[in-house]
């Protein structure tokens, strides 16, 4: 299994700004995801974040608000721009083996004043 | 919509006993099963993994596949108060992992 980082942890922002997660793994990996998971809720895909090309995007979450870079196959940033309270959440990355096993990031949570 | 449906819980077994998680998917063209154990603040940790139809044992954990009810569940047996969390079913397809919304386990001590 992957051994994966995310950084930061937590963060408390104010309404209006923005935050970039960062995800690092240990290893090259061809897939990389990023979910969010809400208080008591389950995991919700935002998006693929593909190497070399644009992330592919869930319905519902749009690249003006949640852009994402995947400059190579260990790395990759989530940026929650123009954030409102609603954005508070934990926001996880994950990999995915050849089987479709999936190794999560540790996770960020956020809080937006 | 590929979905994956589970009973939110809580299930509630006392300590020792055996636990039944249950779960259905609709998309017959997923291919791989998973069960993630997710605690309270963590992200989810991959328990048990399944690819076709039976009975997969791995120490007190038995996952079951049945494709033709698209039927997936987890038993856990000699419940400890330590297997109290949240347990997610996934299917995998088409490049994707679609997640239920989880089942809360309780092992009353």
């Known amino acids: 299994s992957a051994v994966i980082s995310q950084k930061p942890s937590r963060d408390i922002c104010q309404r209006g700004t923005s935050l970039t997660i960062q995800c690092q793994v240990d290893s090259q990996v061809t897939m990389m995801f990023w979910y969010r998971q809400q208080p008591g809720q389950s995991l919700t895909l935002i998006a693929t974040a593909n190497q070399g090309s644009e992330a592919t995007y869930e319905s519902g979450f749009v690249i003006d608000k949640f852009p994402i870079s995947r400059p190579n196959l260990t790395f990759s940033t989530l940026t929650v721009s123009n954030m409102s309270p609603e954005d508070s959440s934990i926001y996880l990355c994950?990999?995915?083996?050849?089987?479709?096993?999936?190794?999560f990031g540790p996770g960020t949570r956020l809080t937006v004043l | 919509q590929k979905e994956v449906e589970q009973n939110s819980g809580p299930l509630s077994v006392p300590e020792g006993a055996i636990a039944s998680l249950n779960c259905t998917y609709s998309d017959r063209g997923s291919q791989s099963f998973f069960w993630y154990r997710q605690y309270s603040g963590k992200s989810p940790e991959l328990i048990m993994s399944?690819?076709?139809?039976g009975d997969k044992e791995d120490g007190r954990f038995t996952a079951q596949l049945n494709k033709a009810s698209q039927y997936v569940s987890l038993l856990i047996r000699d419940s400890q108060p330590s297997d109290s969390a949240t347990y997610l079913c996934a299917a995998w397809g088409y490049q994707k992992v679609t997640f239920g919304t989880g089942t809360k386990l309780q092992v009353i001590p």
């Open positions: 994950s990999v995915v083996s050849g089987g479709g096993e999936q190794f």
């Open positions: 399944i690819y076709s139809n």
